[in-house]
């Protein structure tokens, strides 16, 4: 383990030297050294930050945009929390329009965080308003990862309650054969805060696996193909991609967006949509993909 603590919980190590916690609660670990240490290190009770370092003869540390706070509960396990600013929108704007305005900006807000509530991933969710500002503070579980990935997935979870931006959701098609890669697929859709429909998640023992797929096809604003030499074969892959073709080019109910894992024969179907290509590289692929969902909006 990176991070220790002495034996009264008060002091952090890293790396056997002393982290100093500025106001007197979380420890400030610096980014540049100590980003790649995992969640799972941060000792039970104990809170950290990643910063910077200060240019200059004072080697002050300062914390980062966004600034993000992880630790390990005993009742929860792995958190991160964040508060979300709203500043004053403009110049001379009377009391009742400035109340209206972050009244607005709280609740959109707090609604972008609803696809982490419905999967119980929020522990609080708190929101405060001012004369001139208002916060949205926000804590959630957290899945283990190095902390500044952690960061990253916080800064994504940031924007979308300051931009009122809620992602869209999505439902992987695959062919079973194909797990290796859509399990690899699955985490990064999760590390951006994208997360999509997997069976493998979303169906239990004693679940009826028609009712369930229907579902979350019924609820999905997109549609990810997983072409391979193998789901391009099977019917009930065929089945999924092909109905949802019908509710695109029918009610605008779901857009599809095909990804080619191996080279295969597109079915017919879509050979007119252009696809994410992973068969050279697969953070090409999911650049492509993420670009795609990101500028789309699914009606």
Known sequence: MRLKTDKYCETLFADGTEVFAEDGDVFDLIAADHGDILLSEIPIGIQVQLCNRVIGSSGELCTRSTHAVFGNSADHGLFAHI????????????????????ENAVTAGRLSLSPLQEANRVISLESSIYDDS?????????????????EAFMTEIDGRIAGAYEPPSLFLCHASEDKPFVDRLAHELDQRALFAWYDKREILVGDSIVEKINEGLKSS???IAVLSPRSVTKPWV???????????????????LPLVVESCDIPPLFVDLKYADFRTSFDDGVRELIAAIKSTKAT
């Open 134 to 150: 208002a916060f949205v503070s926000c804590t959630i579980t957290i899945n283990d990862q190095a902390i500044r990935d952690a």
């Open 83 to 102: 508060s979300t600013p709203f500043f004053l929108p403009a110049e001379n704007s009377n009391g009742d329009i400035l109340r209206d305005y972050f």
């Open 221 to 223: 604003d997109y549609l």
């Open 238 to 256: 065929v089945r999924e991609m092909s109905s949802s073709l019908m509710r695109q080019l029918g009610d605008k109910g779901i857009r599809i």
